[in-house]
């Protein structure tokens, strides 16, 4: 949604740009001439004569081909912003494409982050009560040793069940960010 905001204020400051250099690429003044209205595309200079109209320091011409002219221009003007915009859309395409891969990536990795997890988590398990169990065929006859270790053994692998187990997958943490 950002990203939308960020080229709407990028449109809005190009198209203002793109009107003020058109209209400060010519000084032009509507005048009426013996031929018509026209329109002075230069500096108008007034006469100082008041029978005597002024005179055109530029290009004189019809209302009718002024207004043709700056209908091309205008045209030219907006083809350009045409060809500005599907840039625009092309790059918001491909960034968009890209997003989604990284989203994508984040989330295969997240999946195997959880499944590794849990894989030593349980290869933890199974070593720990292998060895104990192992140590406790060998100490069978000293009962209160052996009252021991089956105590600290379970201890053991309650704390790896707390830490592997009951800890949400990081893949539901980066969810909760969300």
Request: glycine residues 4%; negative net charge; hydrophobic residues 35%.
């Amino acid at each position: 949604m950002k990203l939308l905001s960020i080229t709407a204020s990028c449109l809005v400051v190009f198209i203002i740009l793109a009107s003020a250099t058109y209209s400060q690429d010519e000084e032009y003044t509507f005048i009426s001439s013996s031929k018509g209205p026209g329109v002075c595309l230069g500096r108008w200079v007034q006469s100082d004569d008041d029978s005597r109209l002024g005179h055109c320091e530029g290009k004189e011409m019809g209302l009718s081909q002024y207004s043709a002219l700056s209908s091309r221009k205008t045209v030219d003007r907006l083809d350009q912003l045409l060809i500005a915009i599907s840039a625009m859309d092309e790059k918001m395409a491909e960034n968009n494409n890209q997003l989604g891969m990284l989203i994508q990536a984040t989330e295969n990795t997240n999946a195997s982050i959880d499944s590794q997890v849990a894989q030593v988590g349980e290869i933890l398990r199974e070593t720990i009560s292998k060895r104990f169990d192992t140590l406790l065929v060998q100490l069978i006859n000293d009962d209160l040793f052996k009252e021991e270790l089956v105590r600290l053994k379970e201890e053991i692998l309650e704390e790896i069940d707390y830490v592997y187990f009951s800890q949400p997958p990081v893949s539901e943490k980066t969810d909760k960010k969300k």
